[in-house]
T-cell receptor, first 112, second 115 residues
């Protein structure tokens, strides 16, 4: 079992729709959770961080965390073609190690 | 605030040759990560430093890969000798330890092609 799992996609949504990206993790000791966006040929760019159960909203982005279910998701409202990218989920154990582990990423395609 | 700097941006070498990558983290960031990202996959952690000490290198192929961060600031990752399967983007990231809830930021990466 991979430590951080994501559906590789591609996830295709029409412009203006809500895109829902999901991530599960295996380490119950994980305490910090991140979503990175990666455009083709570019490095990952942090778009959201979440540290406690519930929802966190930032503009069109909402991150949702459920530690009991070991599940974190990212919702993108009013999806735009410029949102087309690979979205990487990352989790971190906040102990002495602070290892940051990534999933394989989900490719999102927003069609005009 | 300057970001994470990496060089070179691109490198093409023949198999069995050696190569080195350099990373300068964001000023004041104590934690430095090196990741390998093969095309179509997520980043895989190779090594993590806390200041000049290694925190985790369990996934570093130590027979050919080495890394150092001697003064706790910039870092070098070396591959010797390179194999075809080392073709990937090598990403450096850094994180502050000023408080618990901090995020890691990535450099532009070095794209390595081994032929």
């Amino acid at each position: 079992q991979k430590e951080v799992e994501q559906n590789s996609g591609p996830l295709s949504v029409p412009e203006g729709a809500i895109a829902s990206l999901n991530c599960t993790y295996s380490d119950r000791g994980s305490q910090s959770f991140f979503w990175y966006r990666q455009y083709s040929g570019k490095s990952p760019e942090l778009i959201m961080s979440i540290y406690s159960n519930g929802d966190k909203e930032d503009g069109r982005f909402t991150a949702q965390l459920n530690k009991a279910s070991q599940y974190v998701s990212l919702l993108i409202r009013d999806s735009q073609p410029s949102d087309s990218a690979t979205y990487l989920c990352a989790v971190r154990r906040d102990n002495a190690g602070n290892m940051l582990t990534f999933g394989g990423g989900t490719r999102l395609m927003v069609k005009p | 605030e300057a970001g994470v700097a990496q060089s070179p941006r691109y490198k093409i070498i023949e198999k069995r040759q050696s190569v080195a990558f350099w990373c300068n983290p964001i000023s004041g960031h104590a934690t430095l990560y090196w990741y390998q990202q093969i095309l179509g996959q997520g980043p895989k952690l190779l090594i993590q430093f806390q200041n000049n000490g290694v925190v985790d290198d369990s996934q570093l192929p130590k027979d050919r890969f080495s890394a150092e961060r001697l003064k706790g600031v910039d870092s070098t990752l070396k591959i010797q000798p390179a194999k075809l399967e080392d073709s990937a983007v090598y990403l450096c990231a850094s994180r502050s330890r000023r408080d618990g809830n901090t995020e890691a930021f990535f450099g532009q990466g070095t794209r390595l092609t081994v032929v």
